[in-house]
């Protein structure tokens, strides 16, 4: 994967867009692919952040580490993690305002202000939001401070809600500074240099019907350029020598083989049959994320699933 550079927004961006947003029906393994995601990126020589929004610290746990909390925190070469939370981003943003943290207590522990707060539909995502779009344009002294952006979003409902942020509120509130971060993000959001959305489900009926109604959202009512589709525990044809290597071993009854392939077979078909229900240009660069039958998924897990979906990830790059 080649880093190129060009001009857009008046500074310089790494080829390929800077924010990439994933998410899926909740139990696809959303997480696992934005982690994934984020140590291929960190592995090519990207610097790279990756946030979960409400994460609970599932993506330190993934890489088996102890929880990172809301501030950003380097947990391997090139790759960074923070866990957002809503509390946690409107308190730094208001610090961003105020500049003085007793004034910021002052006023978020006013008993007031904080029922106010909880009256403006979809505030704490819409300053999460708000704080990926702060790092998205965050300088060094060398350009951007971070290529890329993963975001782990929630799962397929509650990221709608998050993606549909910026236009409630900017709906609710008078102009004035939230007013303009809407509109920053909004901005952001539907940039397709800038941001893409990518979908992850599993090979299943439902899965498969709430990436059907993600893509609808996205492309017609949010404006969002659509990623990459990454199928999750996908069944592969198996090669006729694996099956001859296995009869031949004589370890197993080859009518018990005969019929634990037989079943096997008739789920992979209906799992193609699921997927068929999704748009062929979806499906066609779709990355496909093999079964790992392991005692605990944890980071050597994770780095052997980086290691196979790699060739399919760089590949329409």
Request: hydrophobic letters at 45%.
């Given at each position: 994967?080649?880093?190129?550079?060009?001009?857009?927004?008046?500074?310089?961006?790494?080829?390929?867009?800077?924010?990439?947003?994933?998410?899926?029906?909740?139990?696809?393994?959303?997480?696992?692919?934005?982690?994934?995601?984020?140590?291929?990126?960190?592995?090519?020589?990207?610097?790279?952040?990756?946030?979960?929004?409400?994460?609970?610290?599932?993506?330190?746990?993934?890489?088996?580490?102890?929880?990172?909390?809301?501030?950003?925190?380097?947990?391997?070469?090139?790759?960074?993690?923070?866990?957002?939370?809503?509390?946690?981003?409107?308190?730094?943003?208001?610090?961003?305002?105020?500049?003085?943290?007793?004034?910021?207590?002052?006023?978020?522990?006013?008993?007031?202000?904080?029922?106010?707060?909880?009256?403006?539909?979809?505030?704490?995502?819409?300053?999460?939001?708000?704080?990926?779009?702060?790092?998205?344009?965050?300088?060094?002294?060398?350009?951007?401070?971070?290529?890329?952006?993963?975001?782990?979003?929630?799962?397929?409902?509650?990221?709608?809600?998050?993606?549909?942020?910026?236009?409630?509120?900017?709906?609710?509130?008078?102009?004035?500074?939230?007013?303009?971060?809407?509109?920053?993000?909004?901005?952001?959001?539907?940039?397709?240099?800038?941001?893409?959305?990518?979908?992850?489900?599993?090979?299943?009926?439902?899965?498969?019907?709430?990436?059907?109604?993600?893509?609808?959202?996205?492309?017609?009512?949010?404006?969002?350029?659509?990623?990459?589709?990454?199928?999750?525990?996908?069944?592969?044809?198996?090669a006729h020598a694996a099956l001859r290597h296995l009869a031949a071993k004589g370890d197993v009854p080859l009518q018990a083989v005969a019929e634990s392939l037989a079943l096997r077979e008739q789920r992979r078909m209906s799992q193609e049959e699921q997927l068929r229900a999704l748009p062929d240009k979806l499906r066609a660069h779709a990355v496909v994320m093999p079964r790992l039958v392991t005692a605990a998924f944890g980071y050597e897990a994770l780095q052997k699933l980086a290691?196979?979906?790699?060739?399919?990830?760089?590949?329409?790059?």
């Open positions: 994967m080649t880093a190129r550079l060009w001009a857009c927004y008046g500074q310089a961006y790494v080829s390929g867009p800077r924010l990439q947003i994933v998410t899926g029906k909740g139990g696809v393994g959303k997480t696992v692919v934005a982690t994934t995601l984020a140590l291929l990126e960190a592995e090519a020589g990207h610097t790279t952040l990756l946030a979960e929004a409400h994460g609970g610290g599932r993506v330190t746990s993934l890489l088996g580490l102890p929880a990172s909390g809301a501030e950003i925190t380097r947990v391997r070469p090139n790759l960074f993690v923070v866990d957002m939370n809503p509390r946690a981003a409107i308190h730094e943003y208001a610090r961003l305002i105020f500049r003085f943290e007793s004034l910021v207590n002052a006023v978020f522990e006013n008993a007031t202000v904080r029922r106010f707060l909880r009256l403006i539909p979809s505030l704490g995502e819409l300053v999460m939001l708000g704080k990926i779009w702060f790092h998205e344009q965050e300088q060094n002294e060398h350009g951007p401070r971070f290529d890329r952006i993963i975001l782990d979003a929630p799962a397929t409902g509650h990221a709608l809600a998050m993606l549909r942020a910026p236009s409630l509120v900017a709906a609710a509130v008078p102009p004035g500074p939230l007013r303009d971060i809407t509109r920053n993000l909004s901005i952001l959001l539907r940039d397709p240099e800038r941001t893409a959305l990518h979908l992850v489900t599993t090979p299943e009926e439902m899965p498969v019907a709430e990436t059907l109604e993600l893509l609808h959202a996205a492309q017609e009512e949010l404006g969002l350029r659509v990623g990459r589709l990454f199928i999750n525990q996908k069944l592969t044809p198996l290691d196979q979906i790699r060739p399919q990830w760089e590949q329409d790059t």
